[in-house]
């Protein structure tokens, strides 16, 4: 069973940082693209970044420079490194499993989601 488990959310002051991290189990994770979408209260999701099974990676340009995604798979786990964070990254996290390239996303299967609040 595909499951995948975002944490590493919560309150964090404009210019502080945050890592959150996507657990994922059911699949072995060397095959797979994970991605990282966010939505912000009364707007679309909308994709942040995300990592090619390829080791091959992806950044929206609100992220690019702030934000770095990575992957264990000896973990099965993908980690976005948050910098610099604004209260415009305000939103529920989410990741989630199957393929991606430069803003194009086809995913499959999705994590719950973790909240980050920016805000002083």
């Known amino acids: 069973q595909v499951q995948l488990v975002e944490s590493g959310g919560g309150l964090v002051q404009p210019g502080g940082s945050l890592r959150l991290s996507c657990a994922a189990s059911?699949?072995?994770?060397?095959?797979?693209?994970i991605g990282w979408f966010r939505q912000a209260p009364g707007k679309e999701r909308e994709g942040v970044s995300c990592?090619?099974?390829?080791?091959?990676?992806y950044y929206e340009a609100f992220a690019k420079g702030r934000f770095t995604i990575s992957r264990d798979n000896a973990k099965n786990t993908v980690y976005l490194q948050m910098n610099s964070l604004k209260p415009e990254d305000t939103a529920v996290y989410y990741c989630?499993?199957?393929?991606?390239?430069?803003?194009?996303?086809?995913?499959?299967?999705w994590g719950k989601g973790t909240l980050v609040t920016v805000s002083s």
């Open positions: 989630a499993r199957g393929v991606c390239g430069e803003s194009t996303y086809a995913m499959n299967y």
């Open positions: 059911g699949f072995t994770l060397d095959y797979y693209a």
């Open positions: 990592s090619s099974s390829d080791g091959s990676t």
